[in-house]
């Protein structure tokens, strides 16, 4: 097996959105925002090359959407989805499955692209994969409620079905295993319903991608919760769950929206848990 970071590039997210209730005054400590208040992020994908399966988690944002709504989000850099598989030797029709963590725009929407200069059709970008998500968020994404409905946009999402390429995850636990060989999944649902925390057993390492569940270090104090998420409560719940079993088993957190740092460790210290290590996937492989 080979792990791969796949930088889809950068976009910006007002800051008090992506910390809820917390105040600037701390979380500008670790994520300083620009005069509108505008928070830098990454949207990162992991690749994992294992044997003749080749698995996308996540595909970014895409480049479909209009100029308008592209505006709203500042995209920015010089990293794209295809050019970052090329970097590492594949192209868009190597991979062989696309694992969605939810549906989310910035976490699916390279996975769909126009088919004609026209813009009137759309097609999977991944020509030869399954795509897979699970029936729970999929009804919830597909049938959204108004606060996330935004975030849901049919093009993303309706084209995958219509491909044939849609496949599920059958939920029957909060962790279910062997979802892939050495690949195991941690169900949250204060982001929204249903996302998929992967958990790669890699090498003697645990490897989770955090998805929405830890967007970066900066979301590790138990309170550092996006005004985004649906059950906040829930959140904060999942949150320490998966924080103390990170810190007990020295899981590797691959952070996907953290500017700075792709992977990072946790620890228990008097004041629950905290940082602990931060440094890039290739260190460990």
């Known amino acids: 097996m080979t792990l791969y970071s796949i930088n889809t590039g950068f ?120 795509f897979w998500s699970n029936e729970n968020h999929w009804n919830w994404a597909t049938k959204p409620n108004n606060r996330e409905k935004a975030s849901f946009l049919s093009n993303n999402i309706k084209p995958i079905k219509e491909s044939g390429q849609l496949n599920f995850i059958k939920r029957t636990d909060r962790i279910v295993k062997n979802v892939f060989e050495n690949f195991d999944v941690f169900f949250a649902d204060g982001h929204t319903e249903s996302q998929m925390i992967p958990i790669i057993n890699y090498k003697g390492n645990k490897i989770a991608f955090m998805a929405d569940l830890l967007p970066s270090t900066g979301h590790i104090p138990l309170p550092y919760v996006m005004g985004y998420d649906t059950r906040p409560l829930l959140t904060l719940d999942e949150k320490q769950l998966f924080l103390e079993l990170a810190a007990e088993k020295n899981y590797i957190l691959f952070l996907e929206h953290d500017p700075i740092n792709e992977c990072c460790t946790v620890k228990k210290t008097e004041k629950g848990i905290r940082l602990d290590k931060c440094f890039n996937l290739k260190d460990i492989l």
């Open 11 to 130: 976009f910006k997210l007002d800051g008090g959105a992506m910390f809820g209730v917390v105040p600037k005054s701390l979380w500008q400590k670790t994520n300083p925002s620009d005069s509108n208040n505008m928070c830098n992020w990454a949207m990162r994908s992991l690749l994992i090359e294992d044997g003749n399966r080749l698995i996308l988690i996540d595909t970014g944002i895409g480049n479909k959407q209009t100029a308008k709504f592209f505006s709203y989000y500042f995209l920015h850099g010089n990293h794209n989805l295809e050019n970052s598989l090329k970097e590492c030797g594949f192209s868009k029709d190597d991979i062989t499955d696309v694992f969605l963590t939810h549906l989310h725009f910035d976490h699916c929407g390279g996975s769909i692209e126009w088919a004609n200069t026209e813009k009137t059709i759309l097609q999977p970008v991944f020509s030869n994969a399954k």
